[in-house]
């Protein structure tokens, strides 16, 4: 284990011995009220087995399982250390020995049929929505991602009207898997990531620009992928990104009224960096603005959707989406927008008692459309 975890030694050296200002930072920990789940105190537990102080067993795994991969942390952290590379990596160590909790272990034989995280044929969805336009050669490859399209395809057809306004070609990926590979890698199943990475790849390559309503899936496309050189794509974006540079050329009727608190995802925000893009469509379509978390932008709150913690620790992150819903109606709020499905997800399930409405950017955009 200290061999694989070499590139990793100066972040478990820093945070082993850091006076943890971190520490309240991480929305797993505020849950959980337990020092060792702060990041501090799981990489201490790292270096621990690393060293051979502690053995390598299945609850110091179910330990390192206990993170959204939100990197909050870095943000309050002296040295800007990102913790989630080397959890991923302790985890593909525990899938690799069988340790790891029984929901990820029995996660990859799940996958194998559809490669996607859902357990069914996710591309028929997507087939339907392509076929309503006639799909010609085009350089811009749309790509929905797996959780937008078993939970949302209502949002890629209105994206695709916004592309329609622009008067866009564009082609929608609908091949038989449909998933970016994000959940294998963050959950340790690195084996079966590299053969569907390898698959994906050459399906992406060759395209000017690819579009994504799925913060998580520009990003890991990006970082594993297009950054590496594995597929040759000019360039990546979010959709709100895209459709934010192209605003003056939408036709909009009247704003949308009402309470609208705009959460940043973390993989949108803290990943990418992308934080005007949202807040710029948002001004566009509201009549009175709209209303900011506590805490925003590189601050912002994580909805407990990431890094596979809803697979392995469901409470808990079901906990971190509560405590959201808990300030959206502290705020007043009417409409908690989002441009994530997965924080979309958190947070509908989270609020559906209360009647919570939650909706997507680009659904909001397109009830603003003047319809040609």
């Known amino acids: 284990?200290?061999?694989?975890?070499?590139?990793?030694?100066?972040?478990?050296?820093?945070?082993?011995?850091?006076?943890?200002?971190?520490?309240?930072?991480?929305?797993?920990?505020?849950?959980?009220?337990?020092?060792?789940?702060?990041?501090?105190?799981?990489?201490t537990v790292i270096k621990l087995v690393k060293d051979g102080a502690i053995e390598f067993n299945s609850e110091v795994a179910e330990l390192i399982y206990q993170c959204s991969g939100c990197i909050l942390s870095r943000t309050y952290c002296e040295h800007r250390i990102e913790v989630i590379g080397t959890f991923e990596a302790v985890r593909a160590i525990a899938v690799e020995k069988g340790i790891a909790p029984k929901r990820v272990l029995e996660f990859g034989s799940a996958w194998s049929k559809f490669?996607?995280?859902?357990?069914?044929?996710?591309?028929?969805?997507?087939?339907?929505l392509a076929q309503a336009k006639e799909q010609k050669p085009s350089p811009i490859l749309v790509f929905p991602g797996c959780t937008m399209s078993h939970?949302?395809?209502?949002?890629?057809?209105?994206?695709?009207?916004?592309?329609?306004?622009l008067e866009l070609e564009y082609q929608v990926f609908s091949q038989e898997y449909i998933c970016c590979g994000y959940p294998l890698y963050a959950i340790g199943h690195w084996k079966i990531f590299e053969e569907h990475k390898k698959w994906l790849a050459?399906?992406?390559?060759?395209?000017?620009?690819?579009?994504?309503?799925?913060?998580?899936?520009?990003?890991?496309?990006?970082?594993?992928y297009i950054d590496s050189g594995l597929a040759e794509v000019k360039k990546i974006q979010h959709a709100s990104e895209f459709i934010a540079e192209n605003l003056s050329q939408l036709n909009l009727r009247a704003?949308?009224?009402?309470?609208?608190?705009?959460?940043?995802?973390?993989?949108?925000?803290?990943?990418?960096?992308?934080?005007?893009?949202?807040?710029?469509?948002?001004r566009a379509i509201t009549e009175e603005g709209f209303l900011e978390f506590y805490e925003n932008q590189e601050q912002a709150e994580c909805c407990g959707g990431g890094g596979g913690l809803p697979l392995a620790h469901p409470q808990i992150a079901r906990a971190i989406a509560k405590n959201k819903i808990e300030e959206f109606k502290a705020l007043g709020g009417e409409v908690?927008?989002?441009?994530?499905?997965?924080?979309?997800?958190?947070?509908?399930?989270?609020?559906?008692?209360?009647g919570i409405m939650v909706r997507d950017l680009i659904s909001l955009l397109c009830e603003c459309l003047i319809k040609k």
């Open 255 to 282: 704003k949308i009224s009402g309470k609208i608190v705009y959460h940043d995802p973390c993989h949108l925000g803290r990943y990418l960096n992308v934080y005007q893009a949202p807040r710029k469509i948002l």
């Open 1 to 43: 284990m200290k061999d694989r975890l070499k590139a990793y030694e100066r972040e478990i050296e820093f945070c082993s011995y850091c006076p943890k200002l971190c520490r309240f930072a991480c929305p797993v920990a505020k849950i959980t009220a337990s020092e060792a789940s702060t990041p501090t105190g799981k990489m």
């Open 151 to 165: 939970y949302f395809p209502g949002t890629i057809k209105d994206l695709l009207l916004v592309l329609d306004q």
């Open 202 to 224: 050459e399906k992406l390559n060759g395209y000017e620009l690819i579009l994504s309503p799925c913060p998580t899936c520009v990003y890991f496309l990006k970082s594993q």
């Open 336 to 354: 908690l927008g989002s441009a994530c499905p997965m924080c979309e997800r958190m947070f509908s399930r989270s609020g559906r008692e209360e």
């Open 115 to 128: 490669r996607n995280p859902y357990g069914e044929d996710l591309s028929s969805k997507l087939k339907s």
